[in-house]
């Protein structure tokens, strides 16, 4: 089960997650409970909180007043730590992320990660700076053509390295990426004012997008980098341009996913 899943269910199994890790009190924040923890399953999110998966489970069931099943307290081995360098780490560094700030201020860094992955050329890697493993990320850049490894510098400091491989990634297909030329037609507008509250410009946006057939574009004029609304097409698979215009202007050009 996915950490998402089960706040969806029980949403008073927060303040439990919470009591068993202080690593869990950013879930409390709502924007952050929407995004990442749809990616953790309850053992990966164990991990990340210093906690014995089994334990964390059993923890979660007694407050429900139901027993464990075997199948959530299994222990996964994704971990990277302790893995021997591969050759690979001497590849050029295509891009350096330090998340670190961003979950300190209690925001939700995933968006930034994707972002910076597009920016990673094949033979390059992506260097990451984070306070924790972030195993559930693993799975997501494998699909898109990354291999992972990972040191810990300190306490609360793991450095992740991602290679973008020269052949295409794990699902046997590359991306499209959006060029020049697509610019020149899309089949819709949205505008995105500067006063509307999250999660609305996302919603005006997604719901455009959805009014398009497959292979039709839409432009959007946003105030601001959207990342989260970024984060969301790179896990439906949709296509995406984006061009900074100066302060409070930004267009978008999304190409709807078949």
């Known amino acids: 089960m996915r950490v998402n899943q089960l706040l969806d269910e029980h949403p008073e199994l927060l303040g439990v997650l919470i009591e068993a890790s202080p690593a869990f009190a950013k879930l409390k924040n709502p924007l952050l409970r929407r995004t990442m923890p749809r990616l953790v399953t309850l053992a990966q999110a164990a991990r990340i909180g ?3 998966p089994s334990a964390l489970v059993e923890r979660l069931n007694r407050a429900l007043g139901v027993e464990a099943s075997r199948e959530e307290a299994s222990v996964g081995h994704e971990s990277k730590l302790g893995t021997p360098p591969p050759e690979w780490l001497a590849s050029p560094l295509g891009f350096h992320l330090d998340v670190r700030p961003i979950l300190a201020a209690g925001g939700e860094p995933f968006g930034a990660i994707m972002a910076a992955a597009r ?6 890697r992506l260097c990451l700076e984070a306070p924790f493993e972030p195993l559930p990320l693993y799975r997501v850049m494998q699909r898109k053509g990354f291999v992972a490894w990972c040191e810990q510098e300190g ?3 793991y450095r992740v390295h991602f290679l973008r491989r020269l052949e295409q990634g794990a699902e046997g297909r590359v991306a499209r990426t959006l060029s020049e030329a697509d610019w020149a037609s899309y ?5 995105v004012e500067a006063n509307l509250e999250p999660p609305l410009p996302m919603m005006r946006v997604l719901e455009a997008l959805a009014r398009l057939e497959p292979g039709q574009r839409l432009l959007v004029h946003h105030v601001r980098r959207p990342v989260h609304l970024l984060a969301r097409l790179e896990q439906d698979g949709h296509p995406y341009a984006l061009r900074e215009l100066g302060p409070g202007r930004v267009e978008l050009l999304i190409e709807k996913a078949s």
């Open 187 to 191: 089949a819709d507008e949205v505008w």
């Open 119 to 124: 920016e990673v050329a094949p033979g390059q």
């Open 155 to 157: 306490p609360e400091h």
């Open 50 to 52: 210093g906690l014995e």
